[in-house]
């Protein structure tokens, strides 16, 4: 279990979110959920660099202007990896049932007690020779009125506080799926991967879930840019990307690995299989003519790929079962392109 997730509970969460935001509001730093993640990995303190940098810009008394915080983001959050930002999810959820629990007991506490008190003051007005106590009682009611209106005051406030927290929950969602998503294509990127093989290689082990994995590299692209350009080459990088997807069970993975290169993870699936999935694949780019310009009259020329594919094995880990499947991309590759080879 890593340091964070063992650190990873309600008393954490909730003292990180006490110093975080008063520390932000100190420093004039809008809480946003991209802030909030620096700050709050700040006061985790597992992250030494990251308290470095923010210690000597408070010590040299550097304003944390929209620049900075965003060069932060950049530097620290995006880098956070999907782990961190799991475990920010189930603090925060942590937060909100903490919230709720407390809400809804502030709730029925005040109605009970604005029951019990209408019901004394009303039998204390039926009373006339009491005057005195009807005045000390009188006082009394009207203090357990303030009392109850602080209580109102309180539970309007942590109502507020949850839904921020609702909405922090949600936006670090969205950070969450951005961190793990290639903004080209779509597609998950080599981050998610590197999770997901993680996966694959968990389920191997304890189920022993057979597992294979294509590497799928678009042939002579380099050549393919510099004839169309860039803008058609990102084109056919999306438009490879889709297709790799439709190809596949909604229970496969596609990423984009990096470049011209995909990767496709099949859960379950045997190297015979695999290579049948992967022959599909190279086939249906191959057989697709792929035309540009308004009337589509302009042909891009062929557009293929080669696939490198290998099953895992008892002594795999994960940059094993990578470079087994790489090794057989390149000999696809050297082998003439537009074709797969196994293992
Ligand atoms: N348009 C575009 N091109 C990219 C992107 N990422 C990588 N490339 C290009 O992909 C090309 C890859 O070239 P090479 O590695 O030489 O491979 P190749 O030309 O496909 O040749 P083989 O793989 O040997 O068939 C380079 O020209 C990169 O600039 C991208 O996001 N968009």
């Not at 990180?16 to 006061?43: C, G, Q």
Request: aromatic residues 6%; proline residues 2%.
């Amino acid at each position: 279990m890593s340091s964070v997730k063992q650190l990873s509970n309600i008393e954490v969460s909730t003292k990180i979110l006490r110093h975080a935001v008063p520390k932000m509001s100190e420093l004039d730093i809008p809480v946003t959920p991209e802030n909030y993640s620096v700050w709050y990995e700040y006061f985790l303190g597992v992250n030494l660099d990251l308290k470095r940098v923010v210690d000597h810009k408070i010590e040299n008394g550097e304003i944390f202007t929209e620049e900075v915080n965003s060069d932060l983001v950049k530097q620290f959050v995006l880098e956070i990896s999907p782990d961190v930002i799991e475990s920010v999810h189930v603090e925060t959820q942590l937060v909100i049932n903490n919230l709720l629990e407390k809400v809804s007991k502030i709730s029925s506490g005040t109605a009970n007690l604005t029951e019990t008190l209408t019901d004394f003051n009303q039998e204390l007005q039926k009373t006339n020779d009491a005057d005195m106590l009807y005045k000390l009682v009188d006082t009394l009611v009207n203090e357990m009125g303030s009392v109850i209106h602080d209580n109102k005051q309180m539970e309007a406030d942590l109502n507020h506080m949850n839904e921020e927290v609702c909405s922090l929950k949600s936006e670090m969602e969205n950070l969450s799926v951005v961190a793990q998503t290639d903004q080209l294509t779509s597609l998950f990127n080599r981050r998610a991967f590197e999770d997901q093989i993680q996966v694959h290689m968990e389920n191997y082990e304890q189920n022993q879930t057979a597992s294979s994995l294509l590497v799928v590299d678009i042939d002579h692209f380099k050549l393919f840019n510099d004839t169309h350009g860039h803008l058609v080459g990102d084109k056919v990088l999306a438009y490879v990307a889709l297709a790799l997807k439709k190809s596949v069970k909604g229970t496969d993975f596609v990423a984009r690995y990096g470049g011209e290169e995909f990767v496709v993870l099949l859960p379950d699936t045997h190297l015979d299989d695999a290579l049948i999935v992967a022959e599909a694949l190279r086939k249906k780019i191959a057989d697709k003519k792929l035309t540009t310009g308004k009337e589509k009259k302009h042909s891009l020329g062929p557009l293929t790929v080669s696939v490198g594919v290998a099953t895992l094995n008892n002594s795999d880990d994960r940059e094993s079962y990578f470079i087994r499947a790489d090794e057989a991309l390149y000999r696809a590759k050297s082998s003439g392109r537009n074709r797969v080879c196994g293992e």
